[in-house]
């Protein structure tokens, strides 16, 4: 089982990005999604998550609400993260993260299943 992300990049306050997960060797369609970021020196933190269905329930956190956009196709087995109007406190490794229940990504991380190998952001100011 692999999840690769990419998309991270060096990129200035206002700026878009999207991140991608691409998944192989598990059933993506039997799981839930989820990104999670960890900035240098703090601990890490949830961002986002989405059902199994594409075009799913969706959740955020606060930080991010309105200007980050969690999606999946699961015809390419792959979660996307579209994030806009990014701040410099936005910088941190960014982890997809697989579950099969939602309750792993939300409230017990120990739970998950399968996590990506992470991807850097940078938002210079």
């Known amino acids: 089982v692999q999840l690769q992300a990419s998309g991270g990049g060096l990129v200035q306050a206002g700026d878009s990005l999207t991140l991608s997960c691409t998944a192989s060797g598990l059933p993506f369609i039997n799981y839930a999604m989820g990104w999670f970021r960890q900035a240098p020196g703090k601990e890490r933190e949830f961002v986002a998550s989405?059902?199994?269905?594409?075009?799913?329930?969706?959740l955020y956190a606060d930080s991010v609400k309105g200007r980050f956009v969690i999606s999946r196709d699961n015809t390419k087995k792959t979660v996307y993260l579209q994030m806009n109007s990014l701040k410099p406190e936005d910088t941190a490794v960014y982890y997809c993260?697989?579950?099969?229940?939602?309750?792993?990504?939300?409230?017990?991380?120990?739970?998950?299943?399968?996590w990506g190998q992470g991807t850097l952001v940078t938002v210079s100011s």
């Open positions: 989405i059902i199994r269905r594409s075009g799913g329930s969706t």
């Open positions: 993260a697989a579950a099969e229940r939602l309750h792993s990504i939300l409230e017990e991380t120990s739970t998950i299943n399968y």
